[in-house]
Nanobody, 123 residues
């Protein structure tokens, strides 16, 4: 499956952004999807993940209560709604797909990656 992220940009602290991840090439509902981020000098971390039907979700501790992951299988798209953004959220955000109907939280479980989209939050 091929993945393309969009929606990144520059926003002030406290603002919101919605990232989109558009998939093509395979049956999208066969895949769990995760959003990861990587800031300069830091390891890539899991932000949020969703299973194939969108009903089972996982969030990293730093974003709980602020970010929401969702998916629309009819549109082959996964979204990440990011509210109350903080400067610490600044990173390149990647979406990734795992060929599994279950929720996948392990980095090694993801086999397809997008090119990433930059999110910058100013103080």
């Amino acid at each position: 499956v091929q993945l393309v992220e969009s929606g990144g940009g520059l926003v002030q602290a406290g603002g919101s952004l919605r990232l989109s991840c558009a998939a093509s090439g395979r049956t999208f509902s066969n895949y769990g999807v995760g959003w990861f981020r990587q800031a300069p000098g830091k390891e890539r971390e899991l932000v949020a993940a969703v299973n194939w039907d969108g009903y089972v979700k996982h969030y990293g501790d730093p974003v709980k209560g602020r970010f929401t992951i969702s998916r629309d299988n009819a549109k082959n798209t996964v979204y990440l709604q990011m509210n109350s953004l903080k400067p610490d959220d600044t990173a390149v955000y990647y979406c990734a797909a795992a060929y599994s109907s279950a929720l996948t939280v392990s980095f090694n479980g993801y086999t397809s990656w997008g090119q990433g989209t930059q999110v910058t939050v100013s103080a």
